[in-house]
C-alpha cells in the first residue's frame, strides 16, 4: 500500500533540466521528510536533497546547490527535484525515500525508498 513512485528521468544533453518526480500514495508526504538521494555508475549513494514534513529543506551537496530544488505539491502528494544546469557528473540513478522516526530531514532512518530513475547528462 505505501508506495513511492519515481518518474521524469531520461536522456538530457549537458547544460539541459530534467524534473523528478516522487508520488506517493499510502501516505502523506507533508507528514514526512522525503529525501533526494543518486548513485553514480561505480560509486557510492548520495544525498543530495530533501524537504522535511513541515516543508524545510536541506541540500547536502555543494555541487548541486543553486542548480537543484527540491519542492513538493501537497494536493498531488507528491515530491519534485528540478535539475538544471546538468553536468555528465550528474548522471546516475536517482532515488527518492521516506523517513522515519522524525518529521524532520538529517541522516539515516530512511526506510522506504522508490525504485529509481535514470538520469544520463551527455556532453
Known amino acids: 500500500q505505501l508506495q513511492l513512485a519515481e518518474s521524469g528521468g531520461g536522456l538530457v544533453q549537458s547544460g539541459g533540466s530534467l524534473r523528478l518526480s516522487c508520488a506517493a500514495s499510502g501516505f502523506t508526504v507533508d507528514d514526512y521528510a522525503i529525501g533526494w538521494f543518486r548513485q553514480a555508475p561505480g560509486k557510492e549513494r548520495e544525498a543530495v536533497s530533501c524537504?522535511?514534513?513541515?516543508?524545510?529543506?536541506?541540500n547536502y551537496k555543494d555541487p548541486v546547490k543553486g542548480r537543484f530544488t527540491v519542492s513538493r505539491d501537497n494536493a498531488k502528494n507528491t515530491v519534485y527535484l528540478q535539475m538544471n544546469s546538468l553536468t555528465p557528473e550528474d548522471t546516475g540513478v536517482y532515488y527518492c525515500a521516506r523517513r522515519t522516526g522524525t518529521l524532520r530531514c538529517g541522516s539515516g532512518g530512511f526506510r522506504h525508498w522508490g525504485q529509481g530513475t535514470q538520469v544520463t547528462v551527455s556532453s
Open positions: 524537504i522535511a514534513a513541515d516543508g524545510a529543506i536541506s
